[in-house]
């Protein structure tokens, strides 16, 4: 099936990504390059996470920091507790945490759910950290992936 790219004035060109079953196109948020990806749904459709996706970046820079709060207040402990890497190293404030975490892609899926995949800064070792939220802006999760 050949799937046309989607100009969107929200999020400019989005291009279908055969392998993935996915449009992804690219933003500037705060001078830095964000991946964005549109799932489809089970018939190939793009257009309810569209719909989400060109509501949700008017709001990206306040849906991102409450991302990075969230993550701060569920994986702060762990790091912490069980990610430091010596005895020298000291607790990170929740403060230090948010700034280390970079936002490099947001995910939207057919149910208007948002992944915000961020680079850990090293807090844990290279892996992701993965903050979900609902078609309601609710937080459903923090967790280190990858």
């Known amino acids: 099936m050949n799937y046309p790219d989607i100009e969107c004035p929200e999020l400019g060109t989005l291009r279908y990504e055969e392998n993935y079953?996915?449009?992804?196109g690219q933003l500037i948020v705060q001078q830095s390059k964000l991946s964005i990806q549109l799932?489809?749904?089970?018939?190939?459709?793009?257009?309810?996470?569209?719909k989400r996706a060109t509501d949700f970046v008017k709001e990206l820079e306040k849906h991102a920091?409450?991302?990075?709060?969230?993550?701060?207040?569920g994986l702060l402990a762990i790091k912490n507790e069980t990610?430091?890497?010596d005895e020298?190293?000291?607790?990170?404030?929740?403060?230090?945490?948010?700034?280390?975490?970079?936002?490099?892609s947001i995910s939207i899926d057919s149910d208007a759910a948002v992944s915000f995949y961020h680079n850990d800064g090293d807090l844990f070792w290279g892996h992701c950290i993965l903050v979900t939220m609902?078609?309601?802006?609710?937080?459903?999760g923090a967790e280190i992936a990858g």
């Open 134 to 140: 609902d078609s309601e802006n609710n937080f459903t």
């Open 65 to 73: 920091q409450s991302a990075r709060d969230y993550a701060a207040e």
């Open 83 to 85: 990610w430091i890497e």
């Open 39 to 50: 799932l489809t749904d089970e018939d190939g459709a793009v257009a309810s996470a569209l």
């Open 88 to 104: 020298d190293e000291e607790p990170l404030t929740p403060e230090q945490f948010k700034e280390r975490m970079v936002l490099d």
């Open 21 to 24: 079953d996915w449009y992804e």
